[in-house]
């Protein structure tokens, strides 16, 4: 559940946001890289949509001096193609035409976690366990003090469980801005398994974070420990949505152990014919 799976920051920590002009690992790494031209200016790639977090102005030059050419409304999104020396930014109209600079803070990395189309899947989990998933875009809602959005999805797997067949259905939601409220571009990403029993504490969510910047998923934590074990699979590279999607489904699936598997044949057990 999300109320269980959700381990970002309060908004103090998106407040911070606004704030911080350290550079990140990602962005150190990024200034060892070739430049490109923007608006006379070189900047280093950087390519992402950013969601505007208050006012700010956008300036044909990487300095508060530089003259004034346009300004963007909280709650706008940008497309930025390039980060010049200092907390600058350098955005791309829709057009496809260079508009210029914007203070870096006021920004925040998202991602469209829409999908188009139904993303399937073989995994298998062990010698006695074959999965197969499907995995569905179900819509977004809001999270609540934050400016961003979470995206939400369903899982139908079909598992062989020692000879039977089990069919159960998981959520699933992404974080659309980075799960801790920050500039970095990572994102949670948390599957629920939920009824194993009355207990609403026993619903198992299995938390992973997806770095965009690294282009990896990697495990992060469950909620119900005698549910899971070490993961089998505790990170795998991931550049794209899809391939973020799947890699947490694969780390998941290499998290839960014996017990969890019982626990859901047990449940399709009792479901009436």
């Known amino acids: 559940m999300r109320e269980l799976g959700l381990r970002f920051a309060s908004s103090a920590l998106l407040a911070s946001a606004l704030t911080a002009t350290a550079p990140t690992l990602a962005q150190t790494v990024e200034l060892r890289t ?15 949509m950013y969601l505007v977090l208050k006012d700010a102005n ?9 003259r004034r050419v346009g300004r963007r409304s909280r709650g706008e999104r940008v497309h930025v193609v390039g980060r010049a020396k200092g907390p600058w930014l350098a955005i791309r109209g829709g057009d496809g035409k260079d508009v210029g600079f914007i203070y870096r803070s006021t920004l925040m990395p998202v991602i ?23 995995l569905r875009f179900e819509g ?3 999270a609540e003090g934050q400016a961003f959005e979470f995206a939400d999805y369903g899982i139908k797997w079909t598992c062989e469980i020692a000879g039977q067949q089990v069919t159960f259905y998981t959520p ?7 799960y801790r409220g920050t500039s970095k571009r990572d994102h949670q990403i948390t599957i629920d398994i939920i009824d194993l029993s009355d207990n609403i504490e026993n619903v198992l969510s299995t938390h992973t974070l997806w770095d965009r910047d690294k282009a990896v998923v990697r495990f992060d934590s469950v909620t119900v ?7 089998k699979v505790p ?28 626990a859901i044949a047990d449940r399709q057990a009792k479901l009436p014919n």
């Open 58 to 66: 956008v300036r044909n030059s990487p300095a508060t001096k530089g």
């Open 112 to 134: 469209d976690g829409a999908l188009e189309t139904t993303i399937e899947g073989r995994l298998p989990v062990s010698t006695a366990r074959q999965c197969r998933y499907e």
């Open 172 to 178: 699933m939601f992404l974080t659309e801005g980075p």
């Open 34 to 48: 070739k430049t490109i031209s923007f608006l006379k200016t070189q900047v280093y790639p950087l390519d992402g």
């Open 140 to 142: 977004k809602t809001p």
């Open 225 to 231: 420990k005698k549910f899971a074990g070490k993961p």
């Open 235 to 262: 990170e795998t590279s991931a550049g794209t949505l899809s391939e973020a999607l799947q890699a947490a489904v694969r780390i998941a699936a290499s998290t839960w152990n014996d017990a969890l598997w019982t």
